[in-house]
């Protein structure tokens, strides 16, 4: 019986070290997929003056880096029920293509938990694990493909040089102060709009009808976001905090509050 019980706690912990090494293998790859993207900078992308004139006084640069890591820390609400979860979070979003892989790590239930959101070549993922193995949130598909291009356009803010090299996203500006940005994903397009004040920083965003997963639905639902603590990461003048929410019937639920601590682009 002892011997039993010693070969299946083997195996149980050879099975967790195994898929463990698996997804943290898939995150590495995502993530190589960003930074190894070299396409040519563009000479000019067509952006309104508002935009161009917001990423210039930001830092950002045309033929600037081709990728930027930042990191951050951030509280996270899975369930407006339960308490929210601290997370230190990596993020390697490309400038000159819709990619990005953002990996937050924190515990939950006592267990270390990891999530990736990311798109990359235009198709969306969203995946959470304890421990690395438990699967507790997955997601794949044309609605996890624009709604994970519509996360990589609430980054912009954020990276001025993604705002004047990135060819495949297109602006347009609807009113004073009010822009709306569009990328494509694999199965099609999304936009996010972007809110300017009177002295032209970026301060707030919103998108109509990102896909939220409820239960086993996912429903078109009002996101917004908010930017402020404008500080100074070396030459970049960027939003160091933010805050989203979906917008519900009952009201606002703001799943997240982050801050970055880090911002390092390409060398």
Same mark, same amino acid.
Not at 32 to 37: F, K, L, P, Q, S
């Given at each position: ?36 993207? &070299? ?12 935009? *161009? ?15 930027? %890591?930042?990191? %951050? ?7 407006? *029920?339960?308490? #929210? ?10 400038? &000159? &293509? ?60 954020? %990276?001025? /040089? ?26 099609? #397009? ?6 300017? /004040? ?12 990102? #896909? ?22 070396? &030459? ?12 519900? #019937? ?18």
């Amino acid at each position: 019986m002892l011997l039993m019980l010693i070969v299946g706690l083997a195996g149980l912990a050879a099975y967790v070290w195994f898929e463990s090494r698996n997804f943290e293998t898939m995150i590495a790859g995502l993530r190589e997929r960003v930074i190894a993207a &070299r396409e040519p900078a563009a000479a000019a992308v067509e952006l309104p003056d508002i935009v *161009r004139a917001y990423a210039m006084r930001a830092g950002g640069s045309i033929g600037g880096p081709a990728f930027v %890591h930042l990191r %951050h820390r951030a509280m996270l609400v899975t369930d407006q *029920r339960r308490p #929210p979860t601290n997370i230190d979070a990596d993020q390697w979003l490309a400038t &000159r &293509r819709t990619d990005l892989v953002w990996v937050g790590r924190g515990s939950m239930f006592g267990l270390p938990v990891a999530v990736i959101d990311s798109v990359v070549d235009g198709s969306g993922l969203l995946e959470a694990r304890l421990a690395g193995v438990l699967p507790v949130a997955k997601g794949l598909g044309a609605d996890f493909d624009k709604g994970e291009l519509q996360r990589y356009l609430s980054e912009l803010p954020v %990276h001025p /040089d993604a705002i004047l090299n990135n060819t495949q996203l297109r602006w347009r500006q609807i009113e004073d102060g009010l822009v709306e940005v569009s990328g494509t994903s694999q199965t099609g #397009p999304a936009s996010v709009r972007l809110f300017f /004040d009177a002295s032209g920083d970026i301060i707030s965003l919103e998108a109509a009808d990102r #896909p939220m997963t409820v239960g086993s639905k996912i429903v078109p639902t009002l996101w917004r976001g908010q930017f402020s603590k404008y500080k100074q990461f070396g &030459r970049y003048r960027i939003p160091s905090y933010g805050e989203v929410s979906w917008v519900l #019937p009952e009201g606002p639920f703001t799943y997240w509050k982050g801050e970055i601590v880090a911002y390092e682009p390409e060398q």
